[in-house]
């Protein structure tokens, strides 16, 4: 890793991405501690620390804490991931979204166009909520329209705003902007996190049960570590025949090659997207304030992270379940955008090569379908496996929500890094063919 970093920095293009990655990024710190004007954020955000716990704690993380500052990034990359999983869903229902997806390159950015206006609408609606919320509980001094409405512009431009600059770190800089971003959120709540873990578990105590802490939460981090790098790299590779043909006297083709199709080919996005969409609920219903009871009671109490694997209320671990099925559906999702089996079957076609004891065109495509669903599927679950070590650690050990969170963060951070590297690591094997980059330094 140290090696690719330090050959990168020497090539004078990745040098001017890998520095245009920073300067947003610092823009994006700089973004999340200024404070949104005319309003008293010291008094929200006593009030967001007083419900800060099981419904907040993810959300305060993927925003770097601007969330519980009230700033003018409060909102930050939470509509985007929202309006993504809204528009995923929506193709089941809309055969024209199916379509565009199956496009190519065109498809794509008219679904991205379609994905920037609902992040548009969605921050309108947050802010909105966030505003009148705040001024139902008395946190705004002086409640009323002019208030609403300003809050409503600050935090939709501050979001519409992060959203831009993701776009620009994926044209632009290294990797992709939405993780990237997301990268230096959970990155930037670290020590924080680590503080508050030291509190608990080190200070004062006897050195017995500080050692024993220590170990378990380097057990968990060098697990979850571990098994990421292992299904980053896993990959299932498919034999591929290419048929013999006589030109100009020679023989051409006969040879054999494997097509290498990644397990976990949506890599951690699915995790983004499931952890998402069960805290929203939560969310929702800690700032309107509602206590519901019966069915309703019972799927918020499904929802929250910390009910899971609850010795009292085993019931509730139902909602681990629907975390698991949701990353299997996100994740069918994305690797039927990523890998089109018709085109893969067409292109083979057209070289000449086929799988052997699978027939070409039709039989192929229908081969890869059921083969990308299978591997989604186990992809998947290992992804959610390793999310629920943490959360089975602090449940077992009686260890702190921090930890549970820790492992979804720490998962985001390892993947989109080693994403971050691999993407190097092409440009740095680009730049070695002849005018597909400029190589001056």
Known sequence: MFETLRNALKVKDIRKRLLFTLVVLVICRLGSQLPIPGIDTDTIS???????????????????????????????VTPYITASIIIQLLTIAIPALEELYRDGEDGR?????????????????????????FGKQGLLSNYGPLIVIEMIVCLTAGSVFVMWLGEQITDKGVGNGISIILLCNIVS?????????????????????????????????????????????????????????????????????????????????????SSSLLQFPLVIKQLVGANPKGTAGFIFNALNQSNWCNPDHWNWSIGLIVYLLLNVVFAYFYTSITFNP???????????????GVRPGKGTEDYMSRLLRRLAT???????????????????????????????????????????MKQLEGYLLKRKYIGFMDTTE
């Open 378 to 420: 186990v992809g998947s679950l290992f992804l959610g496996f390793i999310t629920i070590i943490p959360i089975l650690a602090r449940d077992v050990f009686g260890l702190t929500d921090t930890v549970a969170l820790g492992g979804t963060s720490l998962l985001i951070i390892i993947s989109t890094g080693i994403e971050g």
């Open 189 to 273: 709540r670290m020590p924080s996190d680590l503080f508050n873990l030291y509190q608990k578990f080190m200070e004062g105590k006897q050195i017995s049960n500080v050692i024993i802490a220590g170990v378990i939460i380097f057990l968990v981090i060098l697990g979850t570590i571990i098994f990421t790098i292992v299904l980053n790299d896993a990959e299932r590779r498919i034999p591929v025949q290419y048929s013999r043909k006589i030109q100009g006297g020679s023989q051409l083709g006969g040879l054999g090659s494997t097509l290498p199709v990644k397990v976990n080919t949506a890599n951690v996005m699915p995790i983004i997207f």
């Open 342 to 356: 018709l085109e893969i079957s067409n292109n083979m076609k057209k070289q000449g090569g086929y799988i052997p």
């Open 109 to 133: 950015k008219k679904i991205n166009n379609i994905t920037r206006f609902v992040t548009l609408a969605l921050s309108v609606l947050e802010s909105a909520g966030l505003a009148i919320g």
């Open 46 to 76: 006593q009030y967001l620390n007083s419900l800060l716990g099981d419904s907040f704690n993810l959300l305060n993380s993927f925003t770097g804490g601007s969330f519980e500052s009230m700033s003018l990034f409060a909102l930050n």
